[in-house]
């Protein structure tokens, strides 16, 4: 399915112009339906690896046992990184059959209730002063306790950006930063030393992925936290970013993980090493953003506001889409399983809307330029 964001979602790395998922169902010899979301890119190959390559594996066996499904279908994968997005899909999709198999909702199945919604981030994207500004004020009328602005294409117009969105929200929310990636270490350090003076609350991956030392390098030359964000996929990139002492929190994706499971694990990481996490987003649809609700619910760590790209999606296609709250939240479901349903009808519509899901250098048409590890 392919749903229009609202607005152009731009980022150092390139542009969306909507969300698409891949909806996946996993049914029972009782009779149950268990929903997963397969979010991010190649969905067609995500379809046909599903098909070929682990609905064999999963046939037959009992949907109530995923601790020995994911050991299963990630042994016979070698753990592949790729195939951490279509195994997210099939393990929520597990768990929504066990909570509807129990009468209950994932949270229960999980840690149980601790908290009952989730604080999400403004998210400030579009690059052009006036407009950021408007959005930012926007957020905060929203009831955005956080805004987090994207940067990292042209570094004085950032400062300019920030700059004016501080003055237009005041100095009580706190900002987050995300160049996703694009800068050097010393490029970062010289940034973020003079953008640390409009209050922010940290800076989500200022270096590539792979750079863990380059990522300590800056966390130890600047006052901000940082965040891991592209670094942070798997349970052991959380281990690895623990034991290098870079972050401060890590924005945890479910789709990156290989789903709830594996997620879980990660946060499990971040609680003994004293990190804090946050969810991270590809743009989720009701079924992904209900998974991320039940984590979220069932977990002590997430004190801090979360992303959801949820509020910039012209529609959602499950029956009773999430409202935001007063206060910009998002509520877990209480109905068992994910608690969510799609719409055929909408699912139906949304599967035909044709679109590019590749992302674009600024927008579409433009010429793509890799940004990544730059020196400015
Ligand atoms: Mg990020």
């Not at 768990?95 to 509807?100: A, C, L, P, R, V």
């Amino acid at each position: 399915m392919r749903i229009p964001f609202t607005e152009l979602l731009r980022a150092a790395y390139g542009a969306r112009s909507h969300a698409s998922y891949l909806l996946v169902s996993i049914e029972t010899d009782q009779g149950l339906v268990g929903y997963g979301e397969h979010d991010g890119l190649f969905h067609e190959t995500a379809e046909a690896f599903i098909h070929s390559e682990l609905k064999p594996l999963l046939i037959g066996e009992d949907p109530l046992q995923i601790e020995f499904l994911t050991h299963k279908t990630e042994h016979f994968l070698l753990w592949n990184t790729f195939a951490a997005y279509p195994l997210a899909a099939i393990d929520m999709a597990l768990y929504d059959i066990k909570g509807k198999a129990l009468g209950v909702p994932i949270y229960e199945v999980l840690g149980g209730l601790y908290r009952e919604k989730m604080d999400t981030t403004g998210l400030i994207h579009l690059h052009v002063v006036e407009e950021d500004v408007a959005s930012a004020v926007r957020c905060v009328e929203r009831g955005h306790k956080v805004i987090k602005v994207k940067v990292g294409f042209d570094l004085e117009k950032d400062m300019e950006r920030l700059t004016a969105i501080r003055d237009a929200v005041g100095p009580a929310i706190p900002f987050r930063i995300d160049p996703n990636m694009a800068w050097s270490p010393r490029t970062a350090v010289r940034w973020i030393r003079r953008m640390e003076k409009l209050n922010l609350q940290w800076v989500e991956q200022p270096v590539p992925s792979w750079d863990i030392e380059g990522l300590v390098e800056v966390a130890r030359a600047v006052d901000t936290p940082l965040s891991a964000d592209e670094s942070c996929m798997t349970v052991r990139d959380a281990w690895r970013l623990a034991e290098a002492r870079a972050v401060e929190a890590f924005n945890v994706y479910l789709t990156e993980a290989g789903g709830i499971t594996r997620a879980r694990e990660i946060v499990a990481i971040a609680n003994a090493a004293g990190i804090a996490c946050v969810i991270g987003t590809w743009g989720e649809g009701g079924v992904g953003q209900a998974a991320v609700l039940h984590m979220v619910a069932s977990s002590r760590n997430f004190e801090h506001a979360s992303d959801t790209a949820y509020g910039l999606t012209a529609d959602d296609y499950i029956t009773e889409p999430f409202r935001f709250d007063e206060n910009a939240r998002l509520t877990v479901p209480r109905k068992s399983g994910l608690g969510v349903e799609p719409s055929p009808a909408k699912v139906d519509h949304y599967a035909h809307i044709e679109g590019e899901d590749r992302v674009f250098a600024q927008g579409p048409g433009e010429r793509f330029i890799p940004r990544s590890r730059m020196i400015l």
